[in-house]
């Protein structure tokens, strides 16, 4: 993309947030913003005629609204699409939705609908235009493979033996991972002997929806984490947004502990800081698992858990919106096996009841 500057379509009912959303996105010399659109067929046709790399999304339009755009067009013409959300349960909720329905990421709308600050978000929404510009739209439109037994096989044996007795098993997630843990967790049975913890970059407001969206979803107990919440098996606990989660006590008797510290590596919650306390806490006894997202994070905390003899795990570029922190624990050398999304569920079950 350095060559070439990033085509941008902004699809917003308010002309007001289409001239402003648009105005910060052209300020960045790396974005071209080429059309924007009313509605969601208004943005059909542009997309048609356009050919953009990257498209901004608002939820809420008269005639097609965002999310009948969003399945439209990943059936028709796949592009990655951020969308832009309003700060509300139901802005929210909307927002897991369409992170389901294929949108690669989102920025929150600082003050409503209209929102006259949106500079505030200026910096975060180029970044995210760049980041999903990169991403591997043919993921959020393939359709899981039917696998094998002996397929399986071949993925499992190497990694069976390597943790004693695992304890726990902690994930981190950013592009991308909402629709990856979304694929994981309900694959796993309410009898899941150990408890799962979950960094997936996502800003206060919004991890409670997921986290509600994942329990429906899944036999396990999904639920944002709280300060002192103890751990069991069958559980996933989700990072709130805003917070860094890590954990403390002894395996068996692990509590979730909330830390109101600075950004690591701009991200908060920061999967380095909930893998490090994993690595105090259990040591060897646990498995990490890197999945799809932009950025180095959990790589460092991949390496303490890697030297207390955990088992790492991360997904494969193949099934990957963005290859980049796997890529990142990949190239550290601390990475026992790379799997492709669908294997990993069947992988966790497999090395549990060895």
Do not use: W
Request: with cysteine; hydrophobic share 45%; charged share 20%.
């Amino acid at each position: 993309m350095s060559e070439r500057r990033i085509r941008v379509l902004v699809v917003d009912d308010s002309a007001f947030m289409r001239k402003v959303i648009g105005d910060l996105l052209a300020a960045d010399s790396r974005i071209e913003v080429v059309g924007r659109a009313r509605d969601g067929r208004d943005a059909l046709e542009q997309v048609r005629n356009l050919t953009p790399h990257v498209i901004t999304l608002d939820v809420e339009m008269p005639r097609m609204n965002g999310l009948q755009f969003l399945e439209e067009l990943m059936r028709v013409r796949p592009t990655p699409v951020v969308m832009v959300s309003s700060l509300t349960k139901q802005g929210a909720d909307v927002t897991m939705r369409a992170l389901s329905a294929g949108a690669v990421d989102f920025v929150t709308k600082p003050s409503g609908t209209i929102s006259l600050d949106m500079h505030r978000v200026a910096a975060e929404l180029c970044q995210k235009v760049i980041g999903a510009s990169e991403a591997n739209v043919g993921t959020l439109v393939r359709k899981t493979p039917v696998v094998s037994r002996r397929e399986r096989e071949i993925f499992q044996e190497p990694i069976s033996s390597r943790s004693r007795s695992p304890q726990i098993v902690a994930v981190a997630s950013s592009t991308g991972g909402p629709r990856a843990i979304q694929e994981i967790l309900p694959q796993l049975p309410a009898t899941f002997p150990i408890p799962l913890v979950i960094v997936q970059h996502m800003p206060e407001g919004f991890t409670a929806s997921f986290a509600q969206r994942l329990n429906d979803l899944s036999a396990l107990r999904v639920m944002e984490g709280y300060d002192g919440l103890r751990l069991e098996g069958g559980c996933a606990v989700i990072a709130p947004g805003g917070k860094h989660l890590l954990l403390e006590g002894a395996p068996g008797q692990a509590v979730c502990r909330l830390s109101d510290g600075p950004p690591v590596k701009s991200v908060k919650p920061a999967a380095d800081l909930l893998f490090l306390s994993v690595a105090d806490v259990f040591g060897g006894a646990s498995i990490g698992v890197v999945l799809t997202g932009m950025g180095r994070d959990g790589s460092d905390g991949a390496r303490a858990m890697y030297g207390k003899g955990a088992t790492i795990l991360a997904e494969s570029q193949e099934t990957c919106v963005v290859y980049g922190m796997p890529r990142a624990v990949a190239e550290a050398g601390i990475v026992h096996r790379q799997l492709p999304l669908y294997h990993i569920a069947g992988a966790l079950k497999e090395m549990v009841r060895e």
